[in-house]
């Protein structure tokens, strides 16, 4: 396929050739790509997939930009990370996994020889403390959630192809919540960290009456003191918290103060 | 103003004459909450409408200012583009069960939104095409409407309705409710019904609980400017601008424009947006007007207690408590204003 | 009952005489990129000619008002009219390729459509200002809404007295329109450049641009009764120029500037570009020193 010829407002815009990659995921963030089969060609009308394993059998080594996702669990990925790395001009890390860790990095909190012995007994396996693409390679672009929303990453690809600065929302989740008109989960008697946590997902799951678990990370100063205190009068244990603050790491700077 | 009195059933008919419109009205929301909540929505039955409710979690303003809004679509072709825009208002609504607070709500939002230089046509296009029924409240304890002067309405509306236990009292302030009102059995109001109706008038006032000293609020605020009770409400503060989403008189918002994916079009849309947010007074090129949690948050009653005041005699403020009752942290309007005049009365 | 009406609120006639403001809300002037001139690394001057010609004609300006610029799908946002308000609709913008809209406008090219609805804002009272000195005051970017006032003045250079500008940047490279400096010299007026820093092309001073200042009101002798000033510059730099000119006993109400704010509006509605509780749109951007005290955050 050659890149088709097109312009914006007079400025060309070129087709860019796009991979897509996993680490150690569930590669349900890849799934999401091709979950939405009304605005999947228009998606290959702005880029050329070269590298889809999950959506095709060719596989293309020429790309400029490359989605991966998951995160770094083998000593091996370091180096297909650090290949991939090389090629693209921007690489993008998509899902939580690949931004913070993810529900992988839950090992983290436990020595590494039980896990092993725990999961797979005496059977020998390469596993190392779970690290997110950003801890061994310059990652030029997040996109958050467990998983990616479809919608956002559409309009992130879009402004990427159209060289438009790409901007996460400075506002939590609670914003886009009220946008959809919920009731507040903790009027619900539920907990949510939708107040410290960075938007962009539509507040999907508040929308569904699931509390929210912060897999999109923190929002720019995120007052998280204030959302200890919040917990425990809405009698919510530091314990149930916590769990939600650590399950996806995106939090994992703010654990140790919340600890204190 | 013209009154009549209805009986207590006459007021289905009312309802059913109306519903041959589109009506919106108060409905219970989340039948499991713990106490139980209400919020407007589109009604389909006379049964659903909840004309007792204490309060609803937002207000109207999703009606005439939606949250996000599609100002207008591009078609582009090469370097040449055409502009599309639609008001978004399509057909008349009936609003079934208004307070007072939410009708003042909407008269404070005529006045800079269709009433002051460059009137927004979205806005105006859709509170044209409002038919108004409004109702009686019983104060709640976060109610302060009455210290804001927003207990009772004036204007702003079609039809207003008290409950007098039997009967209605019905205030009538346009031809189309007064055509309505022609069509039920109604009566000139009496002696008796006067009385009734100002004593329900008079017990609302013993309700209030909440208060709010608006006295030489501006001066205070400008002479509290550097006051430490703003740094303490702005810890406490998540700047995530539910206070502002539930706000039946916030208009502030942001504009955000996105290319289609097949790039032969473009759309311009609205977000309100809440100055409570970190971004809000942030420029090109990254400065931050406004960096703090907590100069944001005063900002907000400044716009509310000082600006619109020299603006419009009045505050942009209602007196409904929603946002206080909406904060997870707790921060509500009497009790911000009360700590900034007791620094002010602590200073003397 | 039957249906309500349906009231179209931009149909029919006129009510209180809103329907064409209402209809004007939205409206684009339709305009084209004639031709753009880079002034420094950073900086490019966009000719804009709104492309109706009777629309151009009507487009009227007073210097230190801005319009809204549209690139469709990319933003909207507002830039001070640098050209001389006797041109009308053929616009001469100086942007700065600082965000996503002025990144995107730096690449398209000469003829590409834009969006300008406006203008919006205060302006210089150029027309109180006759029979009296005026100093013009700019530092870095503060000189491009101070080229139409600039215009304003030399074109009816006979009703002013003494003229003085006086221009300061960080270095020479980014000093902005230094092609038109010999043209405005003609007009008899005094033009002081400074830089912070020289650099080997530089012979003019060096300092901060108050120590020209200094200069030019003691120049100046009594500024106290006929003198107006226009400042315009980053926050810090006129706060410095406006104590020294208060100092030196000018009126705070002779001394104007226009403040920057980022609009999304630019009719008094989003509340973006707010000081205090002030509408930059509609009160602002230029107000006088009067004003910018009596206001919160300001400067």
Redesign the interface.
Known sequence: MSPVE??????P?NKPKVAFFEMSSCEGCQLQMLNNEA?LL??L??VEVVNFREAMTEKGHDYQIAFVEGSITRSDEIDRLKKIRKQADTLVAIGSCACFGGVNQLKNRFELDWVKKEVYGDYPIDTRKVEPLSAHVTVDLEIYGCPIKKEEV??IV??LV????IEHP???I??EC??N?N??L????EPCL???TRAGCDSWCPSNRLGCWGCRGP???A?V???KE?MAQHNFTMEQMLDRMECFGGFSEYITEMKK | MLFRVIARNELENLYDMLAVNHVVGPVS??D???TP?F?FDFVYDFKELRLDFPST??SLK?YVLP??ERFCTFT?Q??D?QKDVDLNAHKPIVYFGVHACDINALNKLDKVLSGSVYPDPYYAAKRKNMFVVGINCNPQPYCFCHSMGTDSALHGFDMFLTDLGDDYFVEIHSAQAFDCINKLNSREPDEQDHIRFLEITDKKLKKFTSHVDNTDLTKILDLEFQSESWKEWG????????CA??CPTCYCYGITE??????QGASKIKQ?Y?CN???FAEVAGGHNFRPD?YTRLKYRYYHKHRGFVEAFEEPLCVGCGRCGE?C??GITVPEVIASVRDKENNNE | MNKLPFIDVLAGKEEHGRKSDLASFEYTYQAEITNVYSLTNTEKLYQIQIIDPKERQRFCFKPGQFVMLE????GEAPFSISSSPLRHGDLELCIRGA??MT??LS???R???VGISGPFGTSFPVEQMYDQNIMLIGGGLGLVPLRAPIFSVLEQRSRYGNIDIIYGSRNPSELLFTYQYDTWRQFDIDLSIIVDEGDETWNGPVGLITSILEERIAAAGDISQNTFAIVCGPPIMFKYVCDMLVKSKMPIQKIFVSLERRMHCGRGKCCRCNIGSTYTCLEGPVFDYWSVLNLKEAI
């Open positions: 097109r312009s914006y407002l007079g400025v815009i605005s228009d998606f009308s702005l559409e309009r879009t402004n159209l060289g438009k600065s400075k506002y939590p609670c914003v009220k946008e008109h009731v507040c903790y009027d619900l008697g939708g107040p410290v929002v720019d100063e007052n003191t204030q959302l919040i | 929301r989340g499991d909450t713990p909540m919020d979690i937002h999703r949250p996000k582009i090469d370097n583009w810890k406490k503060c998540f700047s995530c601008g539910t989403a539930v996105n290319v289609d994916m097949d790039l309100l809440s947010l970190l971004d949690s909406a997870l942290a | 690139l469709p799908g990319i965000g996503n990144n995107f690449l398209v090219p003829g590409t459509k």
